[in-house]
């Protein structure tokens, strides 16, 4: 499902999102391989959408519940995190964007023909927390998870990505990132990529695989595998413009954050969910114009806005 061109319909859903096969478990041998190489190519990709929850739906309750395919890719879309200011003051609640358990929703008989290992994309986009048992593969790139602790916030119950069935004690599946700005805790299985910006803590479970690049932590007690380039507080000073949802710099890294932040990511650029965007090639591009063309004796300020 894709968004039209300069579009950005909002779906709101009166119940979770769920998907699963038609046929899992077949009578015969024969049909049973041809469900396997049915189900091996299953895919779900959603675009340029925004997800909300419409009035009357399940009270804490996620946007996604199943995700029983061999693939679903959340593409330039919005899952609703909460956590905006409304106008009779204070904070919405932060609300989860998947809860996705093993054995992935089958009865006992069904589930011993579902041998998948769903895999989850998350891609340019807005998420709540993502709550995911082992038995999946977590990838994000470019993308916010929001848990609703920024910076000074205390982080005690925000898990953004961990496990469904023991959020807090459990562990959340395989991951990779490229480009991702985790506002709350994160503890995972195992954890590789680059230009992540993972704003509390981060643990590890197996910490002697994967690789960490170009990378901000916290000051907490992380359990991090191999690193190479990052930064971490408080030698490495982290700033937002704005981190609470529906404001208009959104996960914007403040200009006020440490150079290396800014400027030493992926391709020498910012580090986070907004790295793609080079914008800083962009700011020293446009310190370099004005330094050529300004009259002599005349020096701009710059003032940047979002």
Known sequence: IRAAKDER????????????????LGTTAAEQDLFDA????ITVRLEGLYFTRA????????LVARAAVHSLELVECTLDPGGFAPLSGGRAAIRDACSLEEPYGFDPPTEVAFDQTPEVH?????????RLDAGYTLFIEDSIVDAGAGVNDDPTNAIAIGGATMPVAGWGPPTRVSGVTVLGRTRVRTLSGRGGVFVHLLEVLNNQVGCIKLSYFSDEANRLPQNHGCVSA?????????????????GQIARSSDFRILE???ADDMMGAFGFLLEA???HNLNIRFREFMPLGIRP??????
């Open 9 to 24: 319909p909002i779906i709101r859903l009166a119940r979770p999102l769920r998907f699963r096969p038609t046929h899992v």
């Open 38 to 41: 049915v189900i091996d190519r």
């Open 55 to 62: 009035a009357g739906f399940p009270a804490g309750s996620p």
């Open 122 to 130: 998350l891609r340019r986009s807005i998420a709540g927390p993502l």
């Open 234 to 250: 408080p030698d490495a000073r982290l700033r937002f413009v704005d981190e609470w949802f529906g404001l208009p710099a959104y």
């Open 264 to 266: 030493r990511g992926p």
């Open 281 to 283: 090639h962009r700011w």
């Open 301 to 306: 300020l710059l003032v940047p806005v979002t």
